[in-house]
């Protein structure tokens, strides 16, 4: 960092931030350590994909059709509580 960077004074602030452009080098670096994570992280999914592809397939296939029958019984139950609250309110109406 050069001695122009280390005093505030001659540094330009950012009006609406109020940081120093002086932070900008820290910053960059930062930026770069997230970025080296986020691959480093992509491929590490890409080889898990290639070493359990068949599993994960199977194992996704199996949780899609269990949440699509889960939320299939839930609508049900929800028509056969509404046509409950319907008849209920029929008998009632005819002055039981």
């Known amino acids: 960092m050069t ?3 280390q005093t505030q004074s001659t540094c330009t602030t950012k009006a609406t931030t109020g940081e120093c452009c002086c932070d900008m080098p820290e910053k960059l670096l930062a930026l770069a350590d997230e970025a080296w994570h986020e691959l480093l992280k992509d491929k590490i999914k890409a080889e898990i ?3 359990c592809a068949e599993g994960m397939d199977k194992l996704a296939k199996l949780v899609a059709e269990t949440n699509k029958a ?4 839930t609508i049900k139950g929800k028509v056969k509580c509404e046509e409950y609250k319907d008849k209920i309110k029929e008998l009632f ?3 039981a």
């Open 3 to 5: 001695d122009q960077c």
């Open 49 to 51: 994909a290639k070493s």
């Open 93 to 95: 109406s005819a002055g």
């Open 70 to 73: 889960k939320w299939t019984h």
